[in-house]
């Protein structure tokens, strides 16, 4: 009614959970899933149905946070919202008070006159500041992914917001990833709608988006995961392949790890009808702890056929 006419039901589950839902949460959606226009509805359903609640609203720079706050500031002034704060509380909503950074109501009676929102940029002072529920909306965002300095920053930003929660307080945060050592590696397990869960983008869409980046960027953003680097051999792998394509292939192999955070891998890979069948298994351990309890891999090179004359031929590098 307020002019968002393509929020669906899957939105609406996201807003009432902002508005009504307990606990720390994350919210992890692709790129274009309307996740800032959830935020934007469920910052002004808070801020009439619970008027003396202190919210504030987070995003990377002041510029993006007043984005946000003009977009509240348009949903709170529309007649139709003024009718609803009618049938709740017997007045109209009227804004009082607004600025680039804060919204303030006739509905509240703080007599403190604390606004009901203010939008703060990351890099903005917390100083003496305490809020009921916080939000942050896109804090990660390309920063993160070239600089290991923005993403520190980042993250220390995030664990002050502990600090100026209330108790018995919230923080819901939305974005989508962007390393795999951004802030959201620090922030509570996020519920995660990729580009294929939603419905809203279309095939031809996703397949003219996937041509235009880099293949990690497109896994990060859309498909909410992270692929190693740009040097990979296959760009845009397909998973879900029947297994017995990658049977009889001719040779195996085992890339070792010695140590570090590198991890012990078995291989098998056959060329069939002018495709690569991939069957893969990864352990956490040292090459002699995984070759001194080798079972699994021998049993994998049986099952695959994988070997001439069925003779394991393993290739160490």
């Known amino acids: ?56 609203f987070f995003r990377k720079t002041d510029n993006d946070v007043k984005e946000v706050v003009s ?7 529309h007649p139709v919202t003024r009718e609803l704060s009618r049938r709740i509380w017997g007045v109209p909503l009227r804004v009082v008070k607004a600025t680039a950074t804060e919204i303030n109501t006739n509905l509240t009676n703080d007599p403190r006159g604390t606004p009901q929102l203010t939008g703060i940029g990351t890099g903005g002072s917390l100083t003496g500041k305490h809020f009921d529920r916080i939000f942050t909306d896109d804090v990660v965002n390309v920063q993160d992914r070239v600089s290991r300095a923005e993403r520190d920053r980042t993250k220390l930003f995030y664990q002050e917001l502990q600090n100026i929660r209330n108790r018995g307080g ?15 590696s620090i922030m509570p397990p996020p519920e995660k709608f ?12 996703l397949k003219d988006i996937r041509s235009s980046m880099l293949p990690s960027l497109f896994a990060a953003n859309y498909e909410l995961r992270h692929i190693a680097s740009e040097d990979v051999i296959f760009t845009d792998p397909q998973t879900g392949a029947d297994p017995a394509n990658a049977e009889q292939a001719n040779v195996c192999h085992v890339d070792a790890a010695y ?59």
């Open 1 to 56: 009614m307020v002019g968002f006419t393509k929020l669906t039901e899957l939105h609406n589950r996201w807003i009432k959970d902002m508005v009504s839902g307990e606990g720390d949460r994350t919210l992890q959606a692709h790129r274009g899933a309307y996740k800032t226009t959830g935020v934007s509805v469920a910052l002004d359903d808070i801020m009439i149905l619970f008027p003396n609640v202190k919210i504030a």
């Open 71 to 77: 977009q509240v500031r348009r949903i709170l002034e």
């Open 170 to 184: 919230r923080i819901f945060n939305t974005g989508t990833p962007w390393h795999v050592e951004d802030a959201f």
């Open 194 to 205: 990729d580009c294929y869960s939603t419905g809203l983008i279309s095939d031809s869409e």
């Open 259 to 317: 140590g570090g955070g590198d991890g012990t891998a078995f291989t098998i890979c056959r060329k069939y009808k002018g495709k690569y069948y991939v069957f893969g298994k990864l352990w956490q351990k040292h090459v002699s702890e995984c070759l001194r309890t080798c079972a699994k891999i021998k049993q994998s090179r049986r099952n695959y056929r994988t070997g001439k004359n069925q003779r394991l031929r393993v290739e160490i590098t």
